[in-house]
């Protein structure tokens, strides 16, 4: 079944993208919840277990601009059924994996299929409604993403206690092979925008390379080796932004960012925002299970609180900013995250849940408020044919917040904990990584709202 135009058939194409962003995410926590369990079978170090991680993070990252610039030429539908397809197959060798390398390989191949599709939902959702509408659908499509981060952990707790952290894989398997033939049959093809030059491969090795050198550096700060990597990959990432200025077909339209402050702004944002959150579930995770002695099960359903309040306000905020700046809602949001942040740098051993879970309400609310105005804004800001870049880069500042805050923490596991696994016997020293950590985070965000409120006044700019 095919579809002429996208706009045609709104809902329908919503729902799709809405399930599939759902599997995604699902995928995504359900790992993290059983990483201290993959730790202790395979007997990983700390640091080697955080890359389990990060190699899925950092992959994303590589090839989620080349890939919204290939979407734009090449046509979304294409490169988001691939990125299910893919998707399958890597999670698939993820269940089989025998060591941590191969394991860490397949977690490198499912980054490339979670690129495909990051890359490109958020532009057919975006090109199938009016402004005036646009900010409900993209909230709609956000709760999903937080369903499926507050299902992941409790689902995947319920299946590792059972079958295992392997069967955690297979599940997303199933899922995939549902979710694929809803893609084929729902997503109606687009029409690609021509092609004006020779795709650009250079700058495409070029941000390969640079992103991949500051990672790689921060994980191995303080040795000198890290510092030298993480200088490299700065340089290169400069040269890269000088050479696509120069480009007739550029794999990213540094325009985009010179000629629109909002634009501009709220990338910014946005990667500030998930740098300073994306370490908490990664933190509580080992927190739960090793600190407070708690199942997989347990602490997933502990950490499930925050993602369902986001999942629950998501729409809402996404409507809010149908009408209002987003810099407000999205400032807001920011607020009440840096506050949950300072308050979940007070965890010890014998912190009473009902705090925990107090904290964890804060920040799902405040999630919410930020995440849905702020992808609106930044789809809201660009003409249609830039759709793909647009949507890539809401994934790729993400994505480049996400590997921040995981550097700064395998930075401060380096530091306190070193390369040994995480123990019991560690949790007087995992506390004070959390303690530091969770700190910067507070501050970071924090300083994140002036920069929330520097976009301005968009409403009046809002791309059709």
């Not at 849905?372 to 249609?384: D, G, H, L, Q, R």
Request: proline share 4%; net charge positive; charged share 10%.
């Amino acid at each position: 079944m095919k579809f002429n135009v996208h706009k045609e058939h709104p809902a329908i194409i919503l729902l799709v993208t809405t399930i599939a962003s759902f599997l995604t995410t699902f995928a995504a926590s359900s790992v993290n919840i059983v990483l201290p369990v993959i730790g202790s079978e395979m007997k990983m170090s700390a640091v080697i277990l955080g890359w389990v991680a990060t190699s899925f993070l950092l992959t994303i990252a590589v090839f989620l601009i080349p890939l919204g610039k290939i979407s734009d030429t090449a046509g979304r539908k294409k490169i988001f059924s691939y990125g299910i397809l893919l998707y399958i197959v890597s999670s698939g060798l993820s269940a089989v994996s025998l060591f941590d390398w191969m394991l860490i390989f397949s977690r490198v191949l499912q980054g490339i299929g979670a690129a495909m599709v990051f890359a490109t939902s958020s532009a057919i959702v975006t090109a199938a409604f009016s402004p005036g509408k646009r900010g409900r659908a993209i909230g709609i499509n956000t709760a999903a993403v937080y369903i499926g981060s507050s299902a992941g952990p409790f689902f995947g707790g319920i299946i590792t206690h059972y079958l295992g952290w392997r069967g955690v894989f297979v599940f997303i398997v199933l899922l995939g092979i549902i979710v694929l033939p809803l893609v084929l049959i729902f997503i109606p093809q687009d029409s690609p925008e021509k092609r004006t030059g020779k795709f650009d491969t250079p700058g495409t090795m070029l941000s390969a390379a640079g992103l991949s050198c500051l990672i790689v550096g921060i994980s191995l700060l303080p040795a000198i080796s890290g510092i030298i990597s993480a200088v490299a990959g700065v340089i290169i990432i400069i040269i890269f932004i000088k050479w696509e200025s120069g480009r007739a077909n550029p794999i990213l339209e540094i325009k985009l960012f010179r000629k629109n402050p909002s634009f501009l702004f709220s990338n910014l944002t946005a990667m500030i925002n998930y740098g300073a959150t994306f370490s908490i579930a990664f933190f509580l995770s080992i927190y739960l299970q090793t600190v407070r002695g708690m199942t997989a099960w347990e602490a997933g359903t502990v950490m499930v609180i925050q993602p369902i309040v986001q999942a629950l306000f998501s729409p809402l905020a996404g409507r809010i900013s149908d009408k209002v700046e987003p810099r407000i809602p999205v400032s807001i949001g920011m607020l009440c995250t840096s506050a949950g942040l300072l308050c979940l740098s007070f965890l010890t051993g014998n912190t009473p849940l009902p705090f925990l879970a107090g904290v964890l309400v804060l920040l799902g609310f405040g999630f919410a408020l930020f995440s849905s105005p702020n992808t609106n804004a930044i789809m809201s800001s660009v003409e249609k044919r830039f759709l793909g870049t647009a949507s890539a880069l809401v994934g790729a500042m993400r994505v480049m917040g996400q590997m921040l805050s995981m550097g700064v923490a395998l930075l401060l596991l380096s530091l306190f904990i070193g390369h040994v696994q995480i123990t019991s016997e560690q949790s007087a020293a995992f506390q004070s990584v959390m303690t530091v950590g969770f700190r910067i985070f507070a501050l970071l965000n924090f300083a994140g709202v002036f920069v929330s409120y520097a976009r301005g006044n968009i409403r009046s700019k809002l791309v059709g």
